[in-house]
C-alpha cells in the first residue's frame, strides 16, 4: 500500500475515537521495526523522519527505503518530515512526494510565522502534501530542534485562527508535554486540546508523548487529540536493546551482527506495539484501508 494522507489517517482516528501513532524512526533497522509493530497490530501508522536523519541519510535514500518496506504492506501507513525549521529540507521532501510536513516555525516571530506557515501551505498542497503547523514552541530538544524555554506561546483562539488563514491541516500545540524524557512529572493540559477541538476541526497532535502513563494517553485522546508522536522510546528501546546484546556477546564471545540487528528490532516492535494499544489504534487498520480504497 503506497502512502497515504496523513490527514485522512489523523481525521479518521479522531472521529472514532483513538489516536494514530506517529513514530520518529532513524534507519532501517527501527523503520522496517515500527512498521512491523503496526503490522502486527492491525494499526495504521505514521512513519516520521527528523531534520537530522535527513541530513544524514538524504531524502532519495529514505523515500526509496520507506517505499520498498512498505510495498507489500497492506496496513495504511504516512510517511512524515517531523519539526522542520529549515524551508530547504522542506523543498525536497515535498518534491520527494512525502505525504506531509512539520514546519515548525516556533522560532520565528508571530507575522513572519504565520507569513511563512502560509508558504509552505501553499507550496506543499500544490503537492498532495499535508502541514503540521506549530507556531508555538513545544518545550525539550529532540535531535537538534527545540529549545528547553518557553519563547512563543499563543492563545488557542490565535492559534485557530492561524491555522485558518495560513490553511495548515494539523496543529501542534503546546499541551504540558515535552520533547524527550520527564525531568518531572509535567502539569498536561488535556483541556487545551478540547478547546482548540470546539474551535476547529483540523486534528490536534499530541509532541512529546514518552513517558505518559497509558491513562494520560487516554485523557488527551478523549479531549480530542488524533495524533500522538513517539520518539525516545524508539531510542531507549533501540540502545537498551544493542548494550544489552553487546553485553551477552561479549560473554559468549559471539560477534553475530544479524543477531544484534534482530534483537534491536524485537525490542523497538514491542516497545510501539504497546503503544498502538494505549491508543486505541489497534486492529483499526482494515477499516481505514477500506476508506481510502472508497
Not at 497515504?4 to 501513532?21: D, K, M, N, Q
Not at 504516512?78 to 524551508?87: F, G, I, K, M
Not at 528547553?148 to 495548515?168: F, I, K, M, P, Q
Not at 478547546?195 to 485522546?221: A, N, Y
Request: aromatic content about 6%.
Amino acid at each position: 500500500m503506497p502512502a497515504i494522507s496523513t490527514t485522512f489517517l489523523a481525521r479518521t482516528a479522531r472521529e472514532r475515537g483513538y489516536a494514530v501513532p506517529a513514530v520518529n524512526v532513524f534507519d532501517e533497522i527501527s523503520m522496517r521495526a515500527v512498521i512491523d509493530a503496526a503490522v502486527r497490530t492491525s494499526s495504521p501508522l505514521i512513519v516520521q523522519i527528523s531534520v537530522k536523519t535527513v541530513r544524514s541519510s538524504g531524502t532519495a535514500f529514505i523515500t526509496s527505503l520507506f517505499q520498498a518496506l512498505t510495498r507489500d504492506v497492506e496496513v495504511p501507513i504516512a510517511l512524515h518530515l517531523d519539526h522542520c525549521p529549515d524551508r530547504g529540507v522542506i523543498d525536497d521532501v515535498v518534491s520527494a512526494g512525502w505525504s506531509s510536513v512539520l514546519f515548525d516555525a516556533s522560532n520565528r516571530d508571530f507575522d513572519t510565522a504565520e507569513r511563512e506557515t502560509g508558504e509552505v501551505v501553499t507550496q506543499a498542497h500544490a503537492a498532495g502534501i499535508a502541514v503540521e503547523s506549530e507556531i508555538e514552541n513545544i518545550l525539550g530538544v529532540e535531535d537538534g530542534v527545540g529549545s528547553d524555554h518557553v519563547e512563543r506561546a499563543y492563545s488557542v483562539e490565535t492559534l485557530a485562527a492561524v491555522a485558518e488563514r495560513t490553511g495548515a491541516d494539523l496543529l501542534a500545540p503546546q499541551l504540558g508535554t515535552s520533547h524527550g524524557l520527564f525531568r518531572s512529572r509535567p502539569t498536561l493540559l488535556p483541556e487545551r486540546a478540547r478547546e482548540l477541538v470546539s474551535l476547529t476541526d483540523r486534528p490536534i497532535v499530541l509532541h512529546g508523548g514518552t513517558g505518559l502513563e497509558p491513562g494520560e494517553f487516554q485523557e488527551f485522546i478523549a479531549a480530542g487529540v488524533s495524533k500522538i508522536n513517539i520518539s525516545t522510546a524508539v531510542k531507549n528501546s533501540y540502545m537498551r536493546a544493542s548494550a544489552e546484546h553487546l553485553d551477552w556477546a561479549r560473554e559468549h564471545d559471539e560477534w553475530d551482527p544479524p543477531k544484534l540487528f534482530a534483537a534491536i528490532a524485537a525490542a523497538v516492535t514491542d516497545s510501539i506495539a504497546e503503544h498502538i494499544i494505549w491508543f486505541g489504534s489497534e486492529g483499526k487498520a482494515t477499516r481505514v484501508a477500506e476508506a481510502v480504497a472508497r
